[in-house]
């Protein structure tokens, strides 16, 4: 049996198909902006506004969202060891949310970074609840833990359906709930470039958590800090989902669905992997993101939507796959 492993063109082919789909995400729009005219020198100033304005805040937060997102749900995954996890599924998004209603009926004029940090603090909350809950119940089946983080999400998101209603804030919520770049501007996205630093910390600590998915006992004999780095990993992961949440809204699937299809593929070594998982998770996005745009050209359907359709799709086949023990 060939041995999974990540090979260097393997790096180089992901950034290239990266690359290309960043051209087409650039070149899309109802306004006409030829990425060769650009070169050229021969454009707009009507189009360069839109470039600068839009297009190219859209392309990086795109990517950024995508890679951060598909690391947070490796790191879920690693952490209570179940592959069917992400921060969508387990109550992380919806504590973000439910934190992110909350300081916008308390005190709407606040900044953009003023509510991601109060949505991580409830990211993180929620985080600890599932990671609780999980260690009282126990891991038990494959289908335990998504069950217990899908309950977990319920209950959560009936608290902010509850308050939407109670204080008129449903439009809020429901641009939350439905992941969307089409309002992603120059001037409001910038704290997206956070999440940049997240994937760096995230690859310096990838194999503190390699050891911490052994178990507590195990990674404390190797002179690991069990608690600390579960406390460093779940800031990560709740950082992520809520500057993505912040800046586009609910991206359901991703985190779960690129980590499996890497290790389908290459394996689970996290060292190596890492960098691919980041890389699937944009491409996925900013393919998603484009077909949102051509399906119903010159209108557009939101992202959130077509990445929970074709993610759905790819978890039920997993899923069948994993359960059969073919994978």
Not at 220 to 242: D, E, P, R
Request: contains cysteine.
């Amino acid at each position: 049996m060939q041995e999974k492993t990540v090979k260097g063109w393997h790096y180089i082919s992901a950034v290239l198909l990266l690359f290309i789909l960043c051209l087409i995400s650039l070149s899309l729009g109802t306004e006409d902006v030829s990425l060769l005219s650009w070169l050229q020198g021969q454009v707009s100033d009507s189009a360069k506004e839109v470039m600068i304005v839009s297009r190219i805040p859209r392309t990086v937060s795109l990517v950024l969202s995508g890679s951060a997102l598909a690391i947070a749900g490796l790191m879920m995954q690693t952490f209570v060891q179940n592959r069917f996890v992400e921060p969508s599924t387990t109550g992380v998004t919806e504590s973000a949310s439910l934190g992110l209603l909350i300081v916008t009926f308390l005190k709407p004029e606040m900044s953009l970074m003023g509510k991601m940090l109060f949505a991580t603090l409830f990211a993180l909350i929620g985080s600890f609840i599932l990671i609780t809950v999980i260690n009282r119940i126990g891991k038990g089946h494959l289908v335990v833990v998504p069950l217990i983080g899908m309950i977990l999400s319920g209950i959560i998101g009936a608290v902010g359906d509850f308050l939407a209603w109670q204080f008129n804030l449903q439009s809020i919520l429901q641009s939350m709930n439905l992941g969307d770049f089409s309002g992603v501007l120059q001037g409001r996205y910038e704290i997206i470039y956070i999440e940049l630093l997240l994937l760096f910390a995230a690859y310096y600590f990838v194999d503190r958590f390699m050891i911490i998915a052994l178990g507590k006992d195990i990674a404390t004999n190797l002179g690991i800090n069990y608690s600390l780095f579960i406390l460093i990993g779940l800031a990560l992961v709740s950082s992520i989902s809520a500057i993505s949440l912040v800046v586009a809204g609910s991206l359901p699937f991703l985190g779960m669905v690129v980590p499996n299809v890497v290790s389908l593929f290459f394996g689970d070594h996290l060292r190596e992997t890492l960098p691919l998982v980041a890389l699937g998770g944009a491409i996925l996005l900013i393919v998603s993101d484009i077909l949102s745009r051509l399906l119903v050209y010159p209108a557009e359907i939101p992202v959130g939507v077509v990445i929970g359709v074709l993610g759905s799709g790819t978890v039920i086949i997993l899923l069948r796959y994993y359960i059969d023990g073919r994978v």
